[in-house]
């Protein structure tokens, strides 16, 4: 890649069309397996589990209804408490969702199924979050929770489909012991897939929390866990510098108000830092108005790590390779940039590194042949 195609594209190009987005191989580093569940997933285990929907089955997954969305009934899910509409409502609904699974087998078909929908996009290695606390049939079960999972990966791993890690994210409302107590767990094993300590949920509304995880994050760096941390989506450019001070983030998921602070731009360029950015995500719930007020091109131009990711695809509605498409239309980014963000992406994951290796290769040869048949219909005008 040269230094010139890492940076907004000059604004003739178009964008890529969808075949290319798919066959760009790629990571994506920022997606929740639980917003990786389908609105059939929800369908059927509700039927398995005699449980009535919320609301009709077909505008189940409407953002209007999800971002106020109150629990059905009282349960011990997770979420972050008291806030209303956008991102809390929108957590409390992944609450309701991931409360429908509730046996070992029911948790791998619905992982097996989220690899097959990754795979879909040409996604070849995902680090997929998953915050135990949401899944509240679970509770004081979550290591079994967590093994059923990773059996549904390693089938659709040995099915060929992409390989799917976990990164297990605290909550924000845990408490320190507890944190403590789940990382030490993690660490005992065994833990198939899990790879990463994450924490996620509504920063504005639990306030800030670094020094509370600290202790918990410095654990999981001591024991070769990776971590990532959500930060600067509902938080400023505070929340992130707690993550890479308190809680030796290697990864920001979002991470974008991060571009109203001058010296943490720099901070997470000079520390290698990269920030898993989710633009539909972040419109949806309104962290910003619309694409021309959305800073991703102005992370890429200032030197960041930016990859471009999800979050929830399927109650936002969405795919990765609909979404590059989207995003290299919006910001008139062509092959070059969008084979940038593929490369970033392999960088940025925590895939081990033959993995990495045989990704770029494949990447390499992918670009080059798209460039060529560029080339060639170019010359054919
Ligand atoms: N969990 C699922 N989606 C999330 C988001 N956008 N922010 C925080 N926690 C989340
Ligand atoms: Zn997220």
Redesign the pocket.
């Known amino acids: 890649m040269t230094g010139s195609s890492l940076t907004s594209a000059p604004a003739e190009t178009l964008g890529i069309d969808i075949a290319t987005a798919r066959a760009l191989p790629k990571a994506e580093v920022h997606v929740?397996l639980?917003?990786g569940l389908a609105l059939a997933d929800l369908l059927w285990l509700a039927k398995e589990n005699g449980e009535s929907l919320p609301g009709p089955a077909a505008t189940l997954f409407d953002v209007s209804t999800h971002t106020d969305f109150e629990m059905p009934e009282e349960t011990t899910g997770g979420g972050d408490g008291v806030g209303t509409g956008g991102?809390s409502g929108f957590?409390r609904f992944?609450d309701w969702q991931c409360g429908l699974v509730r046996t070992p087998d029911q948790a791998a078909r619905v992982a097996y199924a989220f690899a097959a929908r990754q795979s879909s996009s040409g996604v070849r290695y995902t680090d997929a979050i998953v915050?135990p606390t949401h899944w509240h049939g679970w509770r004081g079960k979550e290591h079994d929770l967590m093994a059923a999972i990773a059996a549904g990966l390693a089938e659709a791993e040995q099915d060929g489909l992409c390989v799917v890690n976990l990164a297990w994210s605290l909550l924000r409302s845990q408490t320190a012991t507890e944190a403590r107590e789940i990382v030490e767990r993690i660490v005992a094993g065994p833990s198939p897939r899990i790879v990463a300590l994450s924490v996620?949920?509504?920063e504005k509304v639990a306030g800030r929390t670094g020094e509370k995880f600290s202790e918990a994050f410095t654990l999981a760096r001591d024991a070769g866990l990776h971590r990532t941390v959500?930060a600067g989506?509902s938080s400023g450019p505070e929340g992130v510098w707690d993550a890479v001070d308190l809680l030796h983030a290697e990864r920001i998921d979002h991470g974008v108000r991060a571009i109203e602070d001058p010296a943490l731009i720099e901070r997470l360029i000079s520390d290698g830092i990269a920030l898993g950015v989710c633009p539909r995500?972040n419109l949806t719930?309104g962290v910003y108005d619309g694409w021309a007020s959305h800073p991703l091109p102005a992370l890429l131009d200032a030197g960041v790590l930016v990859t471009l990711n999800t979050?929830?695809p399927e109650p936002l509605g969405t795919t990765l390779a609909h979404d590059w498409v989207e995003t290299s239309a919006h910001f008139g980014w062509g092959l070059d940039v969008m084979a940038g963000f593929a490369a970033r992406s392999i960088d940025a994951s925590f895939a081990d590194d033959s993995l990495k290796a045989a990704l770029h290769a494949d990447l390499s040869e992918t670009v080059a042949t798209a460039r060529a048949k560029q080339k060639s219909t170019e010359m054919a005008r």
């Open positions: 929740h639980e917003g991102l957590l992944l915050n996620d949920g509504d959500h989506e995500s719930l979050d929830d």
